[in-house]
């Protein structure tokens, strides 16, 4: 008795991005009627394995087989008509358009000449929309309808093609309790009618509720694949982290001086808009030359945190702070940076640099009413500035003038960091500092950071790689949807702890 | 196949029986260059020195002006061209443009835009007019007053761009309609000149104010005129601010990334609001100027200067992405299209072909900026 194929099957899947290695001999199986939970840290490959399902990553290695026949997808339109659909956590919805326009975007059934047959549409999009429970106006504009609306509509637009697999990324980051129930239901409807799902989710609970089967990645490999009800949670854990720890990363030393930043119940709404704060009641406080972690898988509102206490939402945050022992309103990054703080973000490219400029005035930048009080540039100073800092931060860069767009991204991220060296700050806000950076460079700023805090500054560091997080911090707090759900001591933790707090168990404050 | 060249190069220089040795000599040159184009290119890659310089957009542009001056010298009317009195023409005839180039410049390097200036140039103009031959106010009262209207008039379309969210394209279109039916109800329609009909039916010819004088004068022995030289001057105070005011590289920061200059620090409502304002006073400047120049206040001045404003500073090489660009680059972009303007007109071509050949240059110059990245 063979059983019968699989209804997709990848392996070997590799794939690099400019020569860093994102996905190594992975492999994914799916069978009909069945949901899969792709579980793994940040950064693990799960995305860029979906990414090669829906035809978004083309040159990659391995095989993909769709019900036993092998298949590769050169474009994302290729991978929908095969019947994969994907769902993503930014929907692909066009907002100002209707519902039933944006069910049938780029399909719309049209006779000769291009002319809509709006009536069969109207009438085929209700009948999908009954199914899934929903009951909507299907001419207004999507805009208008709540996030787990809209994401019904996008699994109402998979159904319309047929979509034998459906990958849903993290659905159930913007939902509400019932609204997360309503997907429930809709994904044991889906799975009853022999639909394959993948569900990508950072949340315990969830993913023990929702799974048959669960994969799990860490570091671009395939670590196991085992049926939910098979796997015991702590072996879950394990899976995902598994590393050691990396004895390279020095281990941090405190030097604990007087408290620099007090933070109590701060709240930050969500940037989207949404109901949820992104931030809800957070209490903290860093001293002098202490490293303050916070871990959090995506959605957990760090860097949210830090954006807030920078100023970088304007007033719109609630909660006392106390900065060096004073009081201190969160307004605007500029009054931030004059009293003493700075905040690396954790996309330099975005939010980090000014691209196009000199390596010079991106290092100036944010500390110029120092550098040239007054009207006018002192560019022999603000040449001395660079120059120093390229010394110290041993930036590997030909000429000061050149613009940082041709720098390396571990060079780059210097620039940054001398950037907000310059302000001379008590408090540093570090996201993500050594994402995108090479293991020298990741090194190099590890030592920084120790040496900054013999110096006295404050550091509170957010970084998705738990053996960094763990060697480097005197303290951790672990962020779930917004809250904190645990507190570590340094020495007194371990990965496995931290992955359960961030993904929403709680643990006794110690 | 050289059978077929040669009849065609006959073809050419009996078609054009006055062709000259220059036309051929450029031709010849011109066809050498496209047969040994791969040579060339793979010449330059190897030389990174030179490669280099040519990518850099001021190269470019002043590669664009030094073949529109060949042209001058080709098509030099007689030797028209040669003489001075063409080059300061075209001076005072451009240098309106320059001024709002100037303001445009230092908008589009925040990656905004100004619709407005030629409406503000003139309402800012019949404003003056009237100041100073109906009212007869010195030049030291009316200029500064007149200048502030037009950086209060910037700083409205700034304060809706920075404080409100708007986009510059429509909060400045807003103040473009408004400012130039401003204009027309300021002065009910009509021109304001020296000449008016009293209620007596009697007409009455105001004196000519001394700042007129001043305005339309020339020095240097009549070698330049004076609006060039507040052109020039336009110029130089914008390079200070760019290049030399911890403005500038606010400015340059918020053009190239705006979140990030935020999170920086950089006040980026303050500093676009100042932007515009400083668009707004040299749309005054140029305003007064024309003024001067014409001797009258004219409600429909500057129609359409605001696009060849833009014209001009996307010639020279200035992205409109922001961030990228500069001052001097705007002046070459003033240059290239002043002198292709001039050396038409000299030959006595009429509008319809100088605006073709404008809409022409504009392509051409934007399609040889885009060769960096």
């Known amino acids: 008795m063979f059983p019968p194929p699989p209804l997709l099957r990848m392996a070997s899947i590799s794939k690099s991005f400019g020569g860093v290695p994102a996905l190594v001999d992975a492999q994914l199986e799916l069978r009909a009627g069945e949901v899969h939970v792709l579980a793994g840290e940040n950064g693990a490959g799960k995305s860029t394995l979906i990414k090669i399902l829906a035809g978004v990553h083309t040159d990659h290695t391995g095989t993909i087989e769709l019900r036993g026949e092998p298949v590769r997808f050169l474009s994302p339109q290729e991978a929908f008509a095969a019947g994969i659909s994907v769902i993503h956590q930014e929907l692909s919805l066009v907002p100002p358009m209707s519902v039933v326009d944006n069910v049938f975007l780029g399909r719309e059934r049209s006779g000769p000449g291009g002319w809509m047959r709006r009536a069969p549409q109207r009438r085929s999009c209700r009948g999908l929309l009954e199914r899934l429970g929903l009951v909507v106006d299907l001419d207004r504009p999507v805009e208008e309808f709540p996030i787990s609306v809209q994401q019904m509509i996008e699994i109402t637009k998979a159904l319309a093609f047929d979509a034998q697999i459906i990958v849903m990324d993290e659905p159930t980051s913007a939902l509400t309790e019932p609204e997360v129930e309503r997907l429930f239901a809709v994904i044991d409807d889906l799975r009853e009618r022999g639909c394959a799902i993948v569900y990508i989710s950072h949340k315990m609970d969830e993913i023990f509720r929702v799974a048959d089967r669960i994969t799990v990645l860490r570091d671009g490999r395939h670590i196991g694949t085992a049926p939910a009800a098979e796997l015991p949670r702590d072996r879950f854990i394990h899976w995902m982290v598994g590393r050691e720890l990396d004895e390279q990363i020095p281990h941090h030393t405190p030097h604990r001086g007087e408290e620099r930043l007090v933070v109590e119940e701060f709240t930050v709404p969500d940037p989207g808009g949404r109901q949820r704060p992104a931030v809800d009641g957070v209490s903290l406080h860093v001293r002098a030359g202490e490293i303050l972690g916070i871990a959090g898988l995506q959605g957990s509102g760090a860097s949210e945190l830090l954006g807030g206490l920078f100023g970088a939402f304007g007033r719109c945050t609630r909660g006392e702070v106390t900065l060096l022992g004073e009081p201190f309103i969160p307004t605007s990054p500029r009054r931030s940076i004059e009293r003493g703080l700075a905040l690396l973000t954790n996309d330099r490219k975005t939010t980090g640099l000014i691209l196009g400029m000199s390596l010079t005035h991106n290092t100036t930048l944010a500390s110029l009413p120092r550098h040239s009080p007054g009207l006018w540039l002192r560019h022999g100073a603000e040449r001395a500035c660079a120059a120093r800092h390229m010394e110290t931060l041993r930036i590997r860069a030909t000429d000061p003038g050149m613009t940082v767009s041709s720098l390396s991204g571990g060079n780059q991220q210097k620039v940054v960091l001398a950037k907000w060296l310059e302000t001379q700050p008590r408090v540093l806000l570090l996201d993500e500092p050594t994402r995108g950076v090479d293991v020298g460079a990741k090194h190099e700023i590890y030592e920084l950071m120790n040496r900054w805090t013999a110096e006295g500054i404050a550091i509170v560091l957010i970084t998705s790689e738990l053996p960094e997080l763990i060697a480097l911090s005197d303290r951790i707090i672990v962020m779930h949807r917004g809250v904190i759900t645990a507190e570590f001591a340094h020495g007194d933790v371990d990965q496995g702890r931290i992955l359960h707090a961030a993904m929403g168990h709680r643990e006794e404050h110690p | ?373």
């Open chain 2, 1 to 373: 196949m050289t059978e077929a060249l040669t009849t065609a190069w006959e073809w050419i220089t009996r078609a054009h029986g006055h062709l000259l040795i220059v036309d051929q000599v450029v031709i010849a040159l011109a066809v050498v260059a496209f047969l040994a184009r791969h040579r060339i290119r793979r010449w330059l890659q190897s030389h990174e020195a030179i490669s280099r310089g040519f990518s850099s957009p001021f190269v470019r542009a002043l590669l664009a002006l030094g073949l529109i001056m060949l042209l001058g010298c080709r098509f030099n009317a007689d030797g028209a061209f040669f003489h001075w009195s063409t080059h300061r023409d075209m001076f005072r005839s451009y240098s309106f443009f320059g001024i709002l180039a100037c303001g445009m410049t230092v908008v589009i390097l925040t990656a905004g835009i100004d619709l407005s200036v030629g409406s503000i140039l003139g309402f800012v103009g019949v404003v003056f007019a009237h100041m100073a031959i109906r009212w007869q106010w010195s030049g030291w009262l009316a200029i500064p007053l007149c200048l502030a209207i037009g950086a209060a008039l910037g700083a409205v379309s700034g304060a809706l761009i920075a404080r409100f969210r708007m986009q510059p394209f429509i909060a400045t279109l807003a103040m473009m309609v408004f400012a130039r039916g401003l204009a027309r109800y300021v002065t009910s329609n009509y021109k304001i000149g020296r000449n008016v009909i009293l209620p007596d039916n009697t007409p009455f010819r105001y004196p000519n104010p001394p700042v007129f004088d001043l305005l339309d004068s020339k020095i240097l022995w009549d070698n330049v005129h004076f609006s060039t030289l507040v052109m020039l001057g336009c110029f130089a105070l914008t390079w200070i601010l760019l290049t030399r005011l911890r403005v500038g590289r606010h400015i340059y920061a918020i053009g190239g990334n705006e979140e990030a200059a935020r999170l920086s620090g950089v006040p980026t409502a303050a500093v676009k609001v100042f932007v515009y304002a400083l668009c707004g006073l040299f749309c005054a400047v140029a305003g007064i100027c024309f003024t001067g120049q014409a001797t009258q206040g004219d409600p429909d001045a500057g129609f359409t200067y605001e696009l060849t404003a833009i014209a001009m500073v996307v010639i020279g090489g200035t992205s409109l992405m922001g961030g990228r660009g500069g001052i001097g680059l705007t002046f070459l972009g003033v240059l290239i299209f002043g002198y292709l303007d001039k050396i038409l007109s000299i030959n006595g071509q009429g509008t319809e072909i100088r605006f073709m050949f404008t809409g022409l240059i504009i392509v051409i110059a934007v399609l040889l900026q885009r060769g960096e990245k």
